[in-house]
């Protein structure tokens, strides 16, 4: 499977998405034009990801801003990997927020409220 890499912007994430390397990633602010049209290549590569994923996963969010059509798309990935996690492979969602942040601290628990993952808040 070969490793998905969008390079962040001012409006669009970092996304490294790499299964050999063990390595997922999701940093940045995220308030693209066409949401849709920029999150479709994530969603098709975890697509392909749920049926052949690592036993172990670790998936890293370090998000400074993102709009309500991106907290949508940011839904969809994390029930990508309630799938992978519902097909007994471990799965971590490791959410990382400025300490001063609340907002996006608070996002963080409520995707832990919502789906059925271990989610991580961590403050830096």
């Not at 409006?11 to 949401?35: Q, Y």
């Not at 975890?46 to 049926?51: Q, R």
Request: charged share 25%.
């Amino acid at each position: 499977m070969e490793p998905l890499y969008i390079e962040g912007t001012d409006e669009s994430p970092e996304i490294i998405l790499d299964k050999s390397a063990g390595n997922f990633e999701f940093k940045g602010k995220s308030l693209p034009e066409d949401v849709k049209a920029f999150y479709n290549p994530v969603l098709e590569w975890l697509d392909g990801y749920i049926a052949n994923p690592n036993p172990d996963t670790v998936v890293n969010f370090r998000m400074d801003y993102f709009n309500s059509a991106s907290a949508k798309q940011i839904m969809d990935i994390l029930t990508c990997f309630e799938k992978v996690y519902q097909k007994g492979n471990d799965v971590l969602i490791r959410w990382h927020f400025a300490s001063d942040d609340e907002d996006m601290e608070d996002a963080g628990a409520s995707y832990e409220g919502i789906v059925d993952l271990p989610i991580e808040l961590i403050a830096y």
